[in-house]
């Protein structure tokens, strides 16, 4: 299992960032996916997921109406669409394989690298 996130960065407050997560090692399209963040000093935090057919979606009440998270099965890519960017966003953001949160948070064998993201003025 290989996924690389890639996108993150500065931004001011207000702003927005597009995440992706490139994925290789597995059949993309059977799993369902997730985007989890951990701030500095605190413990990782369920973000978002995503069924297999991009058509069922779950968020943590903290970016709910703010992200959106999407698939694009051929290229076996997920995104997570940031907007309205608030300071407490600023965490490494993490691609994970698996659509439960519980069993997300366990896994972190199936987790990428982490892509940066900063939201400060």
Known sequence: VQLVE???GMVQPGGSLRLSCAASGFTFSNYGMSWVRQAPGKGPEWVSAIN???YSTG????VKG????SRDNAKNTLYLQMNSLKPEDTALYYCARGYSSDYVLR???YWGQGTQVTVSS
């Open 59 to 62: 968020y943590a009440d903290s």
């Open 66 to 69: 703010r992200f959106t998270i």
């Open 107 to 109: 896994r972190k064998d």
């Open 52 to 54: 297999t057919g991009g």
């Open 6 to 8: 890639s996108g993150g």
